[in-house]
Nanobody, 120 residues
């Protein structure tokens, strides 16, 4: 079994910063690509940022220059540093990971989500 647990969400004023964390645990041989998604009320879930096992990153246009995705030294943790937050960044943020298990099969896993609310 693999679990992803997010933390770090909360309420912040526009222009402020938050740092989200996501830790993977369980039967993990290696953690491959990790991603952050978000879903605002009434909207579809959108991909916010991606980081590969090699450290390559990619961002949605709406967050480029403001958000930074990174991985912890243990590689099973991913962070999302969010600066210059805007009210339109308000959403539930989800962590997702492609994880290679001991059976050498890759599975896709999701966290439970963490709420980020940006007030104007």
């Amino acid at each position: 079994q693999v679990q992803l647990v997010e933390s770090g969400g909360g309420l912040v004023q526009a222009g402020g910063s938050l740092r989200l964390s996501c830790a993977a645990s369980g039967s993990i041989f290696s953690t491959n690509t990790m991603r952050w998604y978000r879903q605002a009320p009434g909207k579809q879930r959108e991909l916010v940022a991606t980081i590969t096992s090699g450290g390559s990153t990619n961002y949605a246009e709406s967050v480029k220059g403001r958000f930074t995705i990174s991985r912890g030294n243990a590689k099973n943790t991913v962070y999302l540093q969010m600066n210059s937050l805007k009210p339109e960044d308000t959403a539930v943020y989800y962590c997702a990971a492609e994880i290679l298990g001991p059976n050498l099969r890759v599975g896709s896993y999701w966290g439970q989500g963490t709420q980020v609310t940006v007030s104007s």
